[in-house]
């Protein structure tokens, strides 16, 4: 069965997790271990503080959020901005040691970094296994190995008691929506979302994107791929987006036209569950997708 095939794969691959690939430090950054005692680090998206928080790591700076709360402990930290558009010139005068960001946005950010001459690590969010890679390394890297292993650990236990879940079961065929004000694109197996999908058993009808997040594809094209499934996540502004995605539906004819929507099955993602970024909260972002993805309660 193919889904028990995907499980029992992830399972090896986290047993064995290491920095390479998870981790990308630049500029021309040793690998070597820091000494956190006097480090002075910011994280710049609500996901890399609350890894940050989970490894015992201080932080002089982190993302100003609407939709997210900061942990206590960081309530003196310097806010530097949004994720996707942190604030240079705070940035800079914070002095940071290592600035860490998604490395979803790193095509975009890590010029801007160099430009002010921080250090700067970017952490592999696109899938739940990433996200696990990524805190090994940091606690190779920050002297957090402890902490490290007992996240992976927690990891390995819930995948032991999930991978039979849904292993008998057919592999629904979805396709996945990631929208925003005014338009929407395809999310496929390689982004977060789409990884929570295939964790989940689910089949993306474009696959992994050969390797791409997300792809631009018209109506005609969608309708091609015959989804049983069709789920909405927001990259953004979520109550915004919901509406938008309402009245696409309802006014463009073509999607009519899918199985999908004349048999129900299209969905709205809570967008605290299924964001840009892998979160701690994956559990229940599966939890959320079981009912839409084979009809139980």
Sequence with gaps: MKFRRLLTSLMAGVMVLSMAGCVNQHPGESSGKADTDRLRIVATSPAT???????NLDLVGVCSSTLSTIPQRYSDATQVGTAMSPDLE???????DYV???NSLQSDLQPKYASIGVNSIFLNLKSVEGMYASIEGL????????EAQALVEEFNAFI????????????PKVLVLMGLPGSYIVATESSYVGSLVKLAGGTNVYGDGEGQEFLTANTEDMKTKDPDIILRAAHALPD????????EFETNDIWKHFR???????YDLSYEKFGM???????????ELQPMLYGEQ
């Design 100 to 102: 860490l960001s998604p």
């Design 277 to 287: 970024s892998a979160k701690f909260n994956y559990p229940e972002a599966l939890e």
């Design 240 to 247: 915004q987006v919901v509406e938008m995605f309402a009245e």
């Design 139 to 146: 606690g190779e890297k920050f002297n957090r190995q402890e």
């Design 90 to 96: 705070i940035l800079k005068s914070l002095n940071p």
């Design 49 to 55: 503080v609350d890894i940050c928080d989970r490894l």
């Design 260 to 266: 999908a929507v004349q048999e129900g099955k299209v």
């Design 160 to 171: 032991e008691e999930y991978k039979d879940r849904n292993g008998e079961k057919e592999s």
